[in-house]
């Protein structure tokens, strides 16, 4: 599978006037409350007049070169972005430095930037959610709820229709997603079944001991580090199976899940990005993206 280009209905001529960056934003802000944002995090407008007019989005997973180039090509006013452009505190944007560049060039091309990050993994629906429908999922709860019953918090505990095992759970996880080089790659019996799962859009190999707390027969999610899992998989009876991803491919889906929230905003069209921003580009055998 590739990432594919979503573009929401739109009137024609005469119909109503297109929503500003502001008009926008409230949407996002909604679906995604700043307030979910952990504390280290950086949300919000990066730059770009909250009263301009906006007639296309570009929604990616990467604020970088690849996915300005294309909201470029697109004709965008606007790039919603999951991850931040700048996470940590700077002192200027400088236009000879990589992130500075790109500040600059959104500016002189009249195009914003809006990240929702951590914000949007709590959210309900959030980044977890989009990775479970994509898999076929049916969420539960919360894998780390932000309390008792809450429908918000990171990652998501669901389950499948019927159980399945681990080897077909694979391919189906790998089906689901965009192709990237490193692809999906499981770590358990092949032969096991799997009915319960975990997912963790993005790097969720700190949530591995509460996905075994959980009870469930797998784990989804990207940036599985060498020593943690091993170490899980030394346990007795190694529960859960673990899949791992690469970043951008399991934070992906939530693209399409922010492009029905900006399409809600007014007459603007929304594209999802088609640029696999997926820093990892060559195999050993060969094979590049």
Known sequence: MS?????????????????????????????????????????????????????????????VAATVD?????????????????????????????????????IREGVALFCAHTN???????????????????VRRPLAPHGDGASTGLGRIGELPVPEPFGAFVERVGAALPATVPGVYGAGAPERPIRTVAVSGGA????????????????VTADLRHHPAGEHLEQPGAVPALVGLTHWASEWPWCGQAAEVIGGAGNVEVHVSTRCTDPWNVRANGSTK
């Open 70 to 106: 294309e909201a470029l090509e697109v004709g965008a006013q606007l790039i919603v972005a999951h991850h931040p452009l700048m996470l940590r505190g700077v002192h200027g944007v400088p236009a000879d430095t990589s992130k500075g560049s790109l500040v600059h060039r959104m």
């Open 120 to 138: 949007a993994d709590s959210a309900d629906p959030g980044v977890s959610d989009a990775l479970a429908a994509a898999i076929g999922l049916g």
């Open 204 to 219: 969720g190999d700190g949530f591995l001991d509460t996905a075994t707390a959980a009870g469930v027969d797998a784990y």
């Open 3 to 63: 990432a594919t280009s979503l573009t929401s209905d739109a009137p024609g001529p005469g119909g109503p006037a297109s929503p500003t960056v502001a008009d926008i934003v409230v949407a996002l802000d909604t679906a995604y409350p700043r307030e979910l944002a952990e504390s280290w995090d950086a949300v919000g407008l990066v730059c770009g007049d909250p009263a301009d007019r906006v007639e296309r989005v570009l929604v990616c997973v990467d604020p």
